[in-house]
């Protein structure tokens, strides 16, 4: 059965296990349910601590090419904000500065002795506190926090040019979000419908730029960061992973749910992923979990026998299988089918 990816919210016929050119990770890649938190979502694939990651995550927002093109197009971008009008009751001695509010004229003249000169006027003046603006002020501050995650811990002084270039979108970003055009601008996450509003208006050009940036914020890595991050062990595990994936749903003739993220391990229906890196903290199983089973590869440097019986410590009463060839792997789930039929 042909695996399926997520590609802009639509899944499209992949390869499977085996065939030529068929890579794991980017089957896995394509099954993670979006949108997702990059740090927490890489810390389960690799089995790195998600604030380790927080400043690689960073780094990759602040000096991506969305960031520059929304940088270098924000002074184009303030001449032309879109705006609305509102009105607002404003005290006027001796001068009409819009429609006279009576009601509210006469109790000013009535607490305030001799004053027949004095309006309620309903001034108008223009809003910039609106949808398409504070999709702009988002993703400028989201840009701002990325370039301190990306610096925290790095010397102020550094005068690598990468750490420059970050520190300088930063100071931008924080600047322009307090222009005097935005300065008031609510600080909100955009929804669909604020920024379908700012794709479809009038002015939509000028947000252009801060839309990209934040559809970048959204999935701000991708495959091959991750795939620069993975061990030898991690590598096979994946591989372990996607093919009982695949073996399952051959047997099922349905495809498994997404793979969402819940407290650093990866979950898909009856499949649980658990990263290596993360038996330190003495509190999990590495490996593939297949509703009762435990299934794993041997580490490296290690002989199947020594494997098998530290495979057999760590799982405690869990039934388990250790696996080195597609055959058994094939053995190890229609054993873990065997046992949750056997219920």
């Given amino acids: 059965m042909a695996n399926t990816r997520h590609i802009e919210g639509e899944r499209r016929l ?201 559809r970048k914020l959204s999935e701000p890595i991708d495959a091959a960061f991750v795939r620069r991050l993975r061990d030898p062990h991690t590598i096979r595990q994946h591989e372990l992973l996607m093919t009982i994936v695949h073996l399952l749903e051959d047997h099922t003739e349905n495809h498994l749910p997404e793979f969402r993220i819940e407290q650093g391990a990866l979950y898909a229906g009856p499949v649980q992923y658990h990263n290596h890196h993360r038996l330190a903290d003495g509190k999990v199983q590495s490996g593939v979990v297949v509703g009762q089973l435990l299934v794993d590869v041997p580490p490296e440097g290690m002989t199947f026998e020594d494997a098998e019986r530290e495979m057999a410590a760590r799982a405690g009463s869990r039934h388990h299988r250790l696996v080195r060839t597609p055959g058994d792997i094939e053995r190890a789930v229609n054993h873990a089918i065997e046992l949750a039929t056997s219920d």
């Fill in 14 to 214: 992949e390869l499977s296990p085996g065939d030529v050119g068929y890579d794991a990770l980017d089957d896995l890649w394509g099954r993670l349910a979006r949108p997702f938190e990059a740090a927490s979502t890489i810390g389960a694939l690799i089995g790195i601590s998600p604030k380790d990651l927080d400043r690689q995550v960073g780094l990759t927002v602040a000096n991506s090419p969305e960031a520059e093109h929304l940088l270098d197009e924000f002074p184009r971008t303030v001449r032309s904000l879109a705006t609305s009008m509102k009105t607002h009751a404003e005290r006027c001695v001796g001068e009409l500065r819009g429609p006279v509010l009576w009601s509210e004229t006469m109790s000013a003249r009535a607490s305030t002795f001799g004053a027949n000169d004095v309006y309620v006027c309903a001034t108008p003046s223009r809003a910039y506190d609106i949808d398409e603006n504070q999709v702009l002020k988002w993703a400028l501050v989201k840009l701002n926090l990325a370039a301190e995650s990306a610096l925290e811990g790095v010397s102020s002084h550094s005068e690598e040019l990468v750490y420059r270039k970050v520190r300088r979108a930063g100071n931008d970003a924080g600047r322009f979000s307090e222009h005097p055009s935005m300065a008031r601008v609510s600080i909100r996450r955009p929804n669909l419908r604020t920024l379908k509003r700012t794709r479809s208006g009038k002015k939509s050009h000028a947000y252009l730029p801060a839309i990209a940036f934040i």
